[in-house]
């Protein structure tokens, strides 16, 4: 990332100055595996010998607080919530990404403006208003989505924890049976993050197969958006 490009308007605090680091990101619903991978990548990455920084959802000290607080009182509305997710964001964005990026580290960034997107489409937010909204955001050098179907994800949140309320979509979904929520709620944003796939030129990696053929896939398509890094 030679020069830092935006999806809107260039923010005047993140702009106008070199970016020699990398923006990857990791994209794919809950359960799919996201943050096993990227620990698996920023140990690889180290041991090739590049400076690596990780962050992901609600991890600002701006407003983590405030997101976690609210989704456990479940008290926002979904504009509310999402504009909540965009402060958190931007503080991420402004004091940990692009810092990284200037002094030529690789960024790895567990769900970007993608996810917070896809969720917000399912619940009836409008495109336009989240494109509007997320428009600072700076384009990554690669997103790399963990694709998998339902049917392969339920089993696999089942193995470790007890469905959730927000992953269920139980915050808008009104059926009874917190089952039925999870397969309607995550099949629909599945389908939304193969939309934003095409609309973003992800680079889709198959999510079914194992957690090692999984990192090869990933270590491929890193390994090619990390050439030319630090060349004169």
Known sequence: ?????????????????????????????????????????????????????????????????????????????????????????????????????????VALVDRYIFSIIARARVRGVPARWLNDVFEF?????????LDVDVEQLLPRVLAVRQLDHWESGEDFLRGPDLHDNFIRYQSALLQEFRTLAEEHNFVTIDARGSVGDVFEALQAEVREALKGMGDA
């Open 137 to 145: 955001a700076v384009v990554p050098d690669r997103v790399l989505y």
């Open 1 to 105: 990332m030679d020069e830092i490009k935006f999806y809107g308007h260039t923010p005047p605090s993140v702009a106008g100055e070199p970016t020699p680091g990398r923006l990857i990101v990791i994209e794919g619903t809950d359960g799919v595996g996201r943050s096993t991978q990227i620990g698996m990548l920023q140990e690889w990455l180290e041991a090739e010998g590049y400076a690596v920084t990780v962050t992901g959802f609600r991890r600002s000290e701006l407003a983590a607080t405030g997101i976690n607080r609210a989704m456990r009182g479940n008290t926002l509305d979904a504009l509310t919530l999402n504009l909540f997710y965009a402060t958190d964001f931007w503080d991420r964005l402004e004091k940990n990404i692009v810092p990284a990026l200037r002094t030529g580290m």
